[in-house]
């Protein structure tokens, strides 16, 4: 993105132009395995993309902080005696939530003028939220001076503001892929421990392919938090013979023994996706780490069966993109990625059938679900940071 011209809009909304703002940026992210098992304690893959979001700041001596964005023409003046109540809806909930945890924890933020620019399709599920609510957290801690803050606990603090504020019930691994990103590596994460390893992703004459289904959807209005009680209950049921605080605990072998404790089909099979993804997951950092794509290809294409199936997440629009992908040679896995219901897939693709493939999914997807399907050649990039400029 041309900063240069994020700098003439910043200075067209708030004057001022001997006065320059500090630029940061933070990326977006994209799980290439390991879905709807960071909120149950599991395991995940992700790793951080060159999309993501800017932000423009500067102190103002006002009594109010201002939020305008390139994205979306609502801006808002809002006071600071006002920053702790919720705008219906909003996109400026996200940096508001952030603004209010630096709050709870006795750092007062001051009068700021703010610009957001993102080039993260909003609602794609690549975790535009999480890069709006970091890069916000990276930049007030920067101003703030609140060098006890580690990265760690920016990536807490964000995902509490989602879960507090916003009110959608994420669990940490956006955020944290967001933070922690490194440039051609993938982050192994424990999500019940925050243990985490950066595992070498090289492509090896493959493209990393994401393709937004461009169905709009609201990851608060969605069926995601149905999908967070379901898997409480399968717990509940499960603990009667296993003592484990949260599904990842509880192993693949284990969960075929002890799956007839969940009584209910339907939260069997919730239980049954998040447990074997977990072993995918696993088996997926050992197929890396012997330098396979294949394998690992093989993996994704199960992950996005049982996400299908068994936690039903997908859709139409999401299997068809998924299932086209699937018919092509030299595509060496896709799955759908990010919380479902529309969204994104994410789809290695050996670089000679490249064309081929954005070719033949883009029309026969159109032929199916009459959508435009949108395609991004992603980069493995390093988490949130400022940038000179």
Known sequence: MDTNRLLEHFFSLYGKPEDKPRVFFAPGRVNLIG?????????????????????LIRPSAEKFISFASTNFENRYKIALNELTVKIDRAWVNYPLGVIDQFRQMNMEVA????????????????????????VTAFALKSLLNGTALSMMDLVKLSQRAENQFVGVNCGIMDQFAVGM???????????????YKT???LLDGHSLIIV?????????DSKYNERVAECKQALEDLNRLVPASNLGEVSFMQF????????????????????????RVLNAISS????????????????????????????????????????INGVTGARMTGAGFGGCTVNLVRKEAVDRFMETVGKAYFEKTALEATFYMAEVSDGVREIQC
Not at 212 to 220: Q, V, Y
Not at 315 to 324: A, K, N, P, R
């Open 288 to 327: 890396l780490n012997r330098g396979g794509l294949g394998q690992f290809g093989a993996l994704m294409n199960a992950s996005h069966e049982s996400l299908r199936d068994n936690y039903e997440v997908t859709g139409f629009e999401l299997d068809t993109l998924v299932e086209e992908a699937w018919k």
């Open 212 to 220: 937004n289904t461009n169905k709009s959807r609201g990851l608060s």
């Open 111 to 134: 009068g700021q003028e703010m610009l957001y620019s993102g080039d993260i399709p909003n609602g794609a599920g690549l975790s535009s939220s999480a890069s709006i609510e970091m």
């Open 256 to 279: 075929y023994k002890i799956q007839d404790q969940i009584p209910d089909e339907r939260i069997r099979s919730r239980a049954r996706h998040v447990i074997s993804e977990n072993q």
């Open 181 to 195: 990103g490194a440039k051609d590596h993938a982050l192994f994460l424990n999500c019940a421990t925050l243990a």
């Open 35 to 55: 879905e709807h098992t960071d909120y149950n304690g599991g395991y995940v893959l992700p790793c951080a993309i060159q999309y993501g979001t800017y932000l």
């Open 199 to 201: 595992i070498p992703f």
